[in-house]
């Protein structure tokens, strides 16, 4: 815009000229932002508009007129100092590349994080809520308790480990495939069955660990597709995020010391053997999702969020994952 | 209890039957958690509730059970497997020590916590959200949108900053100390004014970069009992914690290349220069906040709340954080 630089210098007056009142309403010179000279001072914040709009600088000197403008104590003063305040701010993002114009929002990251309430929905999305926890931290208290909550069904490591095994007792005692076909429909009557026989069979070859891996990642990538759920770990968020599969991902964790105290209390065990059991566990948690997804387990880069549990206890925990998600408890 | 045992026997059995009927109603032996031996299982499981109601196994097997009666196509046989299973589960929450009934909660923190909705509160508490961020997160653009959408004063470094070289400025004019806190009531007039111009000037002799941390830490926890407000990085939630003055902490991070990606717009440079400049910064944050806290910057154990805001965006940001402490924008 050719006036850009005019409106920037109107636009310095006008902070310049609410600070000078909300200095004389307040009644603090301390509440002033800006001492000296009057036209060096409208010139520089010009610039500083015209340059550098984005910048920490100008918000910063924004907020402390704001900050001040808030401790006027007669109501209607402060009401018109907060007026041209908001306005002020409101013109100011106008500007191109004003503050807070540059986001930085993931599209890809923010279309599937089902926690983003301002996503487009689709019909076919799902409730799934992927938690990923250090032991100890309650992770999987929590998930139980949220899925039984939100009435939706919960995978863990076991539960897995018990379908995928008798996936596989299935498989091995009927030779007919149709035949097993509908043995799965039966199980899932919802899923692609089919394709996930040939999934099935197609990790065969691969060590038992990696095939285990694989066979749950179809799993979980076409549960995905039918039904509302919550699932421990299994690297799930990367899995359904490679798949393009809208679910939200959280980490729950705890400080150390408190993990040890719980675990001492559920375990029946001493400090030192808790100490040692929660970094072995922690060491192979870490292995298996970093070996998994190339990533780094329980850095917060890696999630929608993640929670200390220690701050809210299970029951706040599932709450606030319910408020998070716009789930509200009944109660409210 | 003396007939806990027994009470776990008769448990065992309602599992076993209610596994039973679910597996004939959902029509799949998969979804059958139990085969073979029916007394072996059912005292299996009855060991099971017995030695570890705590344990993981317990909750799976119940959990897959829930998971299958979910299945049942004919409503009203649904309805009276999912009654029984609910009823099965609070008789579970009864016994002493079952699963989830050792909480992760650290007490202290949980009532400083003010997103812990449940805490009890007191008329002395304000809004005090402390937000830590690494560079480039937009961090201090969320944090900025949330204090005008809750309309709260906003605290960042520059502020701090201006402020208190002013009550240095103001500090080294007036000889008169009286007269100086006039001056300093009036800048924040609900303030314990007094004590802090002798703290202000307690910290003389110290470097002046842990004078400042130490006036800074004075300012905000004088002004976290008078006022809510944002405040920025600081070490805030630390401080705060220390004096036990509730608040919410809340760390704000996002992947690296996004991050670089939004400097390089927002500061207009080329990516090896916003990479360098993003790793320099980093450093000088976490060597502040380590030195200052003894704890780790940016690990989740530090914070109530991590949150990825790639995966959000400025907007939802602010919104989410609003469901988290129960302040929903107006448009809800």
């Known amino acids: 815009m050719e006036n850009n630089h005019e409106k920037c210098l109107e636009l310095a007056k006008r902070i310049y000229d609410l600070d000078t009142n909300v200095y004389q309403l ?22 500083l508009i015209y ?23 007669n109501k209607t003063e402060r009401s018109r100092m907060m007026t041209e305040y908001n306005e002020i701010l409101k013109e100011i993002e106008q500007i191109p590349a004003s503050f807070g114009s540059v986001d930085i929002v993931d599209e890809q990251l923010a279309t599937l994080n089902i926690s983003n309430l301002h996503r487009e ?38 539960i897995f480990n018990q379908v995928l095994d008798r996936l596989e007792a299935e498989k091995d005692s009927i030779s007919d495939r149709e035949n097993f076909a509908t043995k799965l429909d039966q ?34 990538r076409d549960m995905a597709k039918k039904e509302d759920f919550i699932v421990m770990g ?18 729950i964790t705890a400080p150390f010391h408190q993990r040890v105290r719980r675990m001492m ?3 029946h065990l001493e400090f030192k053997e808790a100490c040692k059991l929660l970094k072995k566990l922690d060491r192979q948690h870490e292995r298996y999702y970093n070996f998994y997804t ?3 387990w329980g850095d917060a880069v890696n999630y929608d969020l993640c929670i200390n549990s220690a701050c809210y206890g299970i029951k706040e925990s599932v709450e606030l994952i319910e408020r998070m998600i716009d789930k509200y408890p009944t109660s409210h």
Chains 1, 2 share one sequence.
């Open 26 to 47: 307040s009644g603090s010179s301390l509440g002033r932002t800006f001492s000296g000279d009057k036209d060096t001072h409208i010139s520089n914040l010009a610039t």
């Open 51 to 73: 340059t550098r709009p984005q910048g920490h600088l100008l918000r910063s000197e924004i907020a402390l007129i704001g900050n001040m403008a808030r401790t006027i104590r």
């Open 121 to 158: 929905k689709s019909p076919d999305d799902h409730l799934i809520i992927c938690i990923g926890r250090t032991h100890g931290s309650a992770g999987t208290d929590i998930g139980f308790a949220l899925a039984d909550a939100l009435k939706i069904n919960y995978y863990d490591v076991e």
């Open 187 to 220: 199980v899932l009557p919802d899923t692609h069955v089919k394709r996930r026989i040939s999934d099935f069979s197609r990790y065969h070859g691969l060590p038992k660990k990696d095939a285990v891996f694989f066979n749950q990642s179809d799993l979980i």
């Open 234 to 251: 299994r690297c799930a968020d990367v899995i359904l995020t490679n798949n393009r599969i809208p679910h939200i991902s959280i980490f």
């Open 265 to 267: 209390e559920v375990n």
């Open 294 to 296: 190339g990533r780094k």
